[in-house]
């Protein structure tokens, strides 16, 4: 199974951007989809939004369209999430996590990126 | 877009007792529905695909039904190691969508 490693945690100011990046090894990358699922303090689950290594396609979740950009990087094994315009709100965890196919469920979650927007 | 419901929000059991999660979508969503575990701390874990199949290593105390519109989750005895966060999710071949969750306590 592909292991998913994030890079660390991070401390932004609001109206700044963030990125954060997820190293797969294991498995073959380009054969999944990877998505950005975030979890505010004590709150749910919520995508953000995914990419389709192989083919470069991109899905967003509504709310998140025009703030998230998601890449990936074949010849490293690595993709990235960028939220731009942070708030408050938009401190959480951030998670990457694979997907066999395009039409299959998320079954593999990297450990996760702790985000905070703060003054 | 669709909506993912979870009931109740917080279900008290016991250890041992049957537990039933719900999950209802705004529109029918066929059989693309998931469910995750997820404890303090730590990542979710798929528990069910398609509605109704145990992922890998899942113990069989745990079953998913339904179908369109209605779903449910089913842990028919419960372990300690079970009291934690249960979330639907709706996959497609653009988006996935989750529920607000469901938190099993004892």
């Known amino acids: 199974q592909v292991q998913l490693v994030q890079s660390g945690a991070e401390v932004k100011k609001p109206g700044s951007s963030v990125k954060v990046s997820c190293k797969a090894s294991g498995g073959t990358f380009n054969s999944y989809t990877i998505s950005w699922v975030r979890q505010a303090p004590g709150q749910g689950l919520e995508w953000m939004g995914r990419i389709i290594p192989i083919l470069g396609i991109t899905n967003y979740a509504q709310k998140f369209q025009g703030r998230v950009t998601v890449i990936a990087d074949i010849s490293s094994t690595t993709a990235s999430m960028e939220l731009s315009s942070l708030r408050y709100e938009d401190t959480a965890v951030y998670y990457c996590?694979?997907?066999?196919?395009?039409?299959?469920?998320?079954?593999?979650w990297g450990q996760g990126t702790l985000v905070t927007v703060s003054s | 877009e669709i909506v993912m419901t979870q009931s109740p929000a917080t279900l008290s059991v016991s250890p041992g007792d049957r537990a039933t999660l719900s999950c209802r979508a705004s529109?029918?969503?066929?059989?693309?529905l998931a469910w995750y575990q997820q404890k303090p701390g730590q990542a979710p874990r798929l528990l069910i695909y398609?509605?109704?199949t145990r992922a890998t290593g899942i113990p069989a105390r745990f079953s998913g039904s339904g179908s369109e519109t209605e779903f449910t989750l089913t842990i028919s005895s419960l372990q300690s190691e079970d009291f934690a966060v249960y979330y639907c999710?709706?996959?497609?071949?653009?988006?996935?969508?989750f529920g607000q969750g469901t938190k099993l306590e004892i």
């Open positions: 529109q029918s969503v066929s059989s693309n």
């Open positions: 999710q709706h996959y497609n071949n653009w988006l996935y969508t």
């Open positions: 996590a694979t997907g066999s196919g395009s039409s299959d469920p998320i079954d593999n």
């Open positions: 398609g509605a109704s």
